[in-house]
């Protein structure tokens, strides 16, 4: 905090529990160890390590580890190449179908989709495996885990089983990704993603009884949380 605080990112008048305020509680503190707790002009990094991406292909936001992307995919453009599961994607990024400079795209993995949003560290794994790290990005509506590596962009939403943009890519479509920017856009007109979107139909639900089925029909988005949330209609 002391060192967040040369960079004016605190408000140092803001009481504490202790009565003092944080500026009164921090004015003393002496970093013992600089290779642990950065100083602030020699950082790890000057950006936080996550970075929300928004753009016609996640309007409501996705979230990519920018910490973990090497400098030669903070901007990528590519083809997409368009799964519906994370098993059909798998399976192409094993057998050799996915090559250098393609954005894979796998949805119908979000809240509803999974439903249950599933975790896509198998198909990083697999890029990584495949030697297609520093090449290669993967788009979803699922969600990832720390372990995730490389221009991984999770929580895209809307999902694509709410009829989201990510539901009307078409193999082929060049994704333009530019992290610094924090943006992320589907390179296909206005026009042409309303005509996707008149003729998008949506998917009967993976799971029709139990708890499963009933989250599926609360769950909200998964920028909003992932809460449960009882439709107004």
Known sequence: MKELSELNLLHTDCLTVSG???GEAIQNAVNMNPEVIRPVDNPY???GGLAVLK???APD???VKRSAVVPEMMKHSGPARVFDCEEDAIKAIKGGKIVPGDVVVIRYEGPKGGPGMREMLNPTSAIAGMGLGSSV?????GRFSGASRGASIGHVSPEAAVGGPIAL???GDIIEID????SIKLDVSDEELARRKAAWTPRQPKVTTGYLARYAHLVTSGNRGAILEIPKD
């Open 20 to 22: 003092k305020t944080i």
């Open 45 to 47: 990094m000057k950006t």
């Open 55 to 57: 753009g016609n292909l």
């Open 61 to 63: 936001g996705s979230v």
């Open 137 to 141: 990005a993967l788009i979803t509506d």
């Open 169 to 171: 890519v078409e193999e």
């Open 179 to 182: 992290i610094p920017n924090l």
